[in-house]
């Protein structure tokens, strides 16, 4: 069954010197008449400079000050892996969403022995994760790709599946505290629709993002989740031929940003940008894209103007990650980390608050792969030590913070030729 190809490139940053200190000049101990009355005049005025420049001063240093103690926590948090059980065959996770520290859920899929993907669904009770019953739709393939969760016992799930005769569909299930159940989310195409990412801001308002094929096009497709129905929103399509959504984050009923990729009309992949206003979709013009081909998988906003995305671009054979913020204003590139020598990829983000975010992917030295975490540390996003259970293939792709140092992230190792469900966390 085909999957969701990325593909990914290096971002640029630039930042400005320093400009040096303004140093005011002393006054001569012994001066004439004339210039003694002048300095009376003017001193008042440059000591009044210096008292106002005071709280500017301890506003800079505070802020330094707060840097010093992110970047502290960050480095104080350990990542340990916990056990996660794993499907009867080959089992990814693809996402995670944590209630609270001690309610998460966490999706993916599993092949079976008829090699047959089939959904895949385990909590976390604050003590244990263990696995869930949940239904497939059909016989055919399934795969959950994203999942959200408003309370501990209200969650969504989204993905697609197959449906036997060469057409995929949407797929998207509700998890009720006990039980999972089938929903019947829209879609716009009759061969190929797909959700990869959904957000809940209440138990009865959701927001799935995906793609569908359309003709010979890649068009984004939106679906809108009230508490017992799903309905299609028209979402925009700025790439003509390409344009997918890769992620969405709610900070409302009424306030939502869905990430992606979008055609340039040329030769290059743009990152793409589109904002939910409770009744319709706008682009987001002039979204950086540091390299030839990029793309948004994941975003998280803990209000209506402050969002964080991330992804990857790709220049020439390089992949690096790109991590862009918005604070009501334009989006800009943060300076993201890049340990790899091959491959630097990021698949999820999750901010507890503007200051405590964290971020999480991959990354490719040879032939081995790692997984990857970086927080934010006072306007940078250093790589924090994560564990790799195996010895040449680990990843991450999908983190879920309930407030700041308190994580868990989700994704795959292979330490032989099945893969086996990964989880990670600080709590």
Same mark, same amino acid.
């Given at each position: 069954?085909?999957?969701?190809?990325?593909?990914?490139?290096?971002?640029?940053?630039?930042?400005?010197?320093?400009?040096?200190?303004?140093?005011?000049?002393?006054?001569?101990?012994?001066?004439?008449?004339?210039?003694?009355?002048?300095?009376?005049?003017?001193?008042?005025?440059?000591?009044?400079?210096?008292?106002?420049?005071?709280?500017?001063?301890?506003?800079?240093?505070?802020?330094?000050?707060?840097?010093?103690?992110?970047?502290?926590?960050?480095?104080?948090?350990?990542?340990?892996?916990?056990?996660?059980?794993?499907?009867?065959?080959?089992?990814?996770?693809?996402?995670?969403?944590?209630a609270s520290a001690t309610r998460c859920m966490a999706v993916g899929f599993y092949t079976d022995s008829?090699?047959?993907?089939?959904?895949?669904?385990?909590?976390?009770?604050?003590?244990?994760?263990?696995?869930?019953?949940?239904?497939?739709?059909?016989?055919?393939?399934?795969?959950?790709? !994203? =999942?959200? &969760? #408003? %309370?501990? /016992?209200? @969650?969504?799930?989204? *993905?697609?599946?197959?449906? $036997? +005769?060469?057409?995929?569909?949407?797929?998207?299930?509700?998890?009720?505290?006990?039980?999972?159940?089938?929903?019947?989310?829209?879609?716009?195409?009759?061969?190929?629709?797909?959700?990869? !990412? =959904?957000? &809940? #801001? %209440?138990? /009865?308002? @959701?927001?799935?993002? *995906?793609?569908?094929?359309? $003709? +010979?096009?890649?068009?984004?497709?939106?679906?809108?989740?009230?508490?017992?129905?799903?309905?299609?929103?028209?979402?925009?399509?700025?790439?003509?031929?390409?344009?997918?959504?890769?992620?969405?984050?709610?900070?409302?009923?009424?306030?939502?940003?869905?990430?992606?990729?979008?055609?340039?009309?040329? +030769?290059?992949?743009?990152?793409?940008?589109?904002?939910?206003?409770?009744?319709?979709?706008?682009?987001?013009?002039?979204?950086?894209?540091?390299?030839?081909?990029?793309?948004?998988?994941?975003?998280?906003?803990?209000?209506?103007?402050?969002?964080?995305?991330?992804?990857?671009?790709?220049?020439?054979?390089?992949?690096?990650?790109?991590?862009?913020?918005?604070?009501?204003?334009?989006?800009?590139?943060?300076?993201?980390?890049?340990?790899?020598?091959?491959?630097?990829?990021?698949?999820?983000?999750?901010?507890?608050?503007?200051?405590?975010?964290?971020?999480?992917?991959?990354?490719?030295?040879?032939?081995?792969?790692?997984?990857l975490i970086e927080t934010l540390s006072g306007g940078s996003w250093p790589a924090t030590t994560s564990?790799?259970?195996?010895?040449?293939?680990?990843?991450?792709?999908?983190?879920?913070?309930?407030?700041?140092?308190?994580?868990?992230?989700?994704?795959?190792?292979?330490?032989?030729?099945?893969?086996?469900?990964?989880?990670?966390?600080?709590?």
């Amino acid at each position: 069954m085909p999957h969701v190809t990325t593909q990914a490139s290096q971002p640029l940053t630039s930042r400005r010197g320093a400009r040096p200190a303004r140093a005011f000049p002393r006054w001569l101990a012994a001066c004439a008449a004339a210039l003694c009355a002048l300095a009376a005049a003017v001193l008042p005025a440059a000591q009044a400079q210096a008292q106002a420049s005071a709280p500017a001063a301890q506003a800079k240093a505070s802020a330094q000050a707060q840097a010093q103690a992110a970047r502290a926590q960050a480095a104080a948090v350990t990542w340990s892996v916990a056990h996660s059980p794993n499907g009867s065959g080959a089992s990814t996770l693809t996402d995670v969403s944590c209630a609270s520290a001690t309610r998460c859920m966490a999706v993916g899929f599993y092949t079976d022995s008829s090699d047959v993907d089939q959904t895949l669904a385990e909590s976390w009770n604050g003590t244990s994760w263990s696995l869930t019953k949940i239904p497939d739709k059909g016989s055919s393939d399934n795969i959950l790709t !994203g =999942v959200s &969760c #408003a %309370s501990a /016992t209200r @969650c969504m799930a989204v *993905g697609y599946h197959s449906t $036997g +005769s060469g057409a995929v569909q949407t797929l998207a299930e509700t998890w009720n505290g006990s039980a999972w159940s089938v929903t019947s989310p829209g879609n716009p195409s009759s061969t190929y629709d797909a959700l990869n !990412g =959904v957000s &809940c #801001a %209440s138990v /009865t308002s @959701c927001m799935a993002v *995906g793609y569908a094929n359309i $003709g +010979s096009n890649t068009e984004t497709v939106a679906e809108s989740w009230n508490g017992s129905s799903w309905k299609v929103r028209t979402s925009l399509n700025p790439g003509g031929d390409y344009t997918l959504f890769g992620g969405v984050s709610c900070a409302s009923t009424s306030s939502c940003v869905a990430v992606g990729s979008q055609f340039d009309g040329v +030769s290059e992949d743009l990152t793409l940008v589109e904002i939910w206003n409770g009744s319709s979709w706008s682009v987001v013009s002039s979204t950086p894209s540091p390299g030839e081909n990029n793309f948004l998988a994941g975003v998280s906003c803990v209000s209506s103007t402050h969002c964080v995305a991330v992804g990857q671009a790709q220049t020439a054979d390089l992949t690096t990650t790109v991590i862009e913020s918005w604070k009501g204003g334009s989006w800009q590139l943060a300076d993201s980390s890049n340990p790899g020598s091959s491959s630097d990829q990021l698949s999820g983000v999750s901010c507890a608050s503007p200051k405590s975010c964290v971020a999480v992917g991959d990354d490719t030295s040879g032939a081995v792969t790692d997984t990857l975490i970086e927080t934010l540390s006072g306007g940078s996003w250093p790589a924090t030590t994560s564990p790799d259970p195996s010895s040449t293939n680990n990843a991450l792709r999908g983190v879920s913070c309930t407030a700041p140092g308190s994580c868990a992230a989700a994704g795959s190792d292979t330490p032989a030729a099945t893969s086996k469900t990964l989880i990670e966390a600080t709590f």
